[in-house]
């Protein structure tokens, strides 16, 4: 039987004035506009680094039913909220996820980081990147304060691959990265660009996929 991956969708925008003091009107259109259309929940923020920035994470079912989705009628009344509440066109990165329950403790975690890796020509994702990431998971669920990793291929780049990791605190990952992921990490490194950003992130209070953090236990 095939696995048909999660396919989350990633926005970092610049978020209008009257979205900033009061995202919910915006959510709650969101939420409505796409019920039953493939979205397993919506989570928004800010950026820890940078709260001029917004962030939200939808996580749809899969790829194939958040296209029909784009391609159906109603789809404007959820597009026209979402333009609405961002200045510019923001930075859109979808990713492939076969692991639903990592997903879900890391974006429910109090910090989670993103990390977004691109590869520089002429490395390969499969045989190079791959096994270094799959190294990096083991040795995170070992650290102190790491309550989940999930990784996978950015959906529209061939050459990016995407980790959400979720943490108890920043301390936690500031004391982690200068212990033994510090060596893994720095082969990633030498493959391709790394950027990491961190968000505390809420799950709009329809969304399907929930848990309380406090439940998960510290690895």
């Given at each position: 039987?095939?696995?048909?991956?999660?396919?989350p969708?990633?926005?970092?925008?610049?978020p209008?004035?009257?979205?900033?003091?009061?995202?919910?009107?915006?959510?709650?259109?969101?939420?409505?506009?796409?019920?039953?259309?493939g979205?397993?929940?919506?989570?928004?923020?800010?950026?820890?680094?940078?709260?001029?920035?917004?962030?939200?994470?939808?996580?749809?079912?899969?790829?194939?039913?958040?296209?029909?989705?784009?391609?159906?009628?109603?789809?404007?009344?959820?597009?026209?909220?979402?333009?609405?509440?961002?200045?510019?066109?923001?930075?859109?990165?979808?990713?492939?996820?076969?692991?639903?329950?990592?997903?879900?403790?890391?974006?429910?975690?109090?910090?989670?980081?993103?990390?977004?890796?691109?590869?520089?020509?002429?490395?390969?994702?499969?045989?190079?990147?791959?096994?270094?990431?799959?190294?990096?998971?083991?040795?995170?669920?070992?650290?102190?304060?790491?309550?989940?990793?999930?990784?996978?291929?950015?959906?529209?780049?061939?050459?990016?691959?995407?980790?959400?990791?979720?943490?108890?605190?920043?301390?936690?990952h500031?004391?982690?990265?200068?212990?033994?992921?510090?060596?893994?990490?720095?082969?990633?490194?030498?493959?391709?660009?790394?950027?990491?950003?961190?968000?505390?992130?809420?799950?709009?209070?329809?969304?399907?996929?929930?848990?309380?953090?406090?439940?998960?236990?510290?690895?």
């Open positions: 039987m095939t696995v048909v991956p999660m396919a969708e990633i926005i970092w925008f610049n209008s004035e009257p979205y900033v003091d009061d995202p919910t009107e915006t959510l709650e259109l969101m939420a409505k506009s796409s019920s039953n259309r979205p397993l929940g919506i989570y928004y923020g800010f950026d820890e680094q940078d709260p001029s920035t917004g962030v939200w994470v939808i996580a749809w079912k899969n790829v194939a039913m958040h296209k029909s989705f784009m391609a159906h009628e109603t789809y404007v009344d959820f597009a026209l909220p979402v333009m609405e509440a961002m200045i510019g066109s923001g930075e859109m990165t979808q990713i492939l996820l076969f692991h639903h329950h990592a997903f879900l403790k890391a974006i429910s975690s109090p910090i989670t980081q993103f990390v977004y890796i691109a590869l520089r020509p002429h490395h390969n994702r499969e045989y190079e990147l791959e096994p270094l990431i799959q190294k990096l998971q083991s040795q995170l669920s070992l650290q102190s304060g790491c309550y989940s990793s999930s990784w996978g291929p950015s959906v529209e780049h061939d050459d990016m691959y995407v980790g959400l990791i979720g943490w108890r605190s920043r301390s936690d500031d004391c982690a990265v200068k212990g033994e992921i510090a060596a893994t990490v720095s082969h990633i490194r030498e493959l391709g660009s790394v950027e990491v950003k961190f968000t505390r992130l809420q799950a709009h209070p329809t969304s399907m996929l929930q848990t309380n953090y406090s439940s998960v236990p510290i690895m």
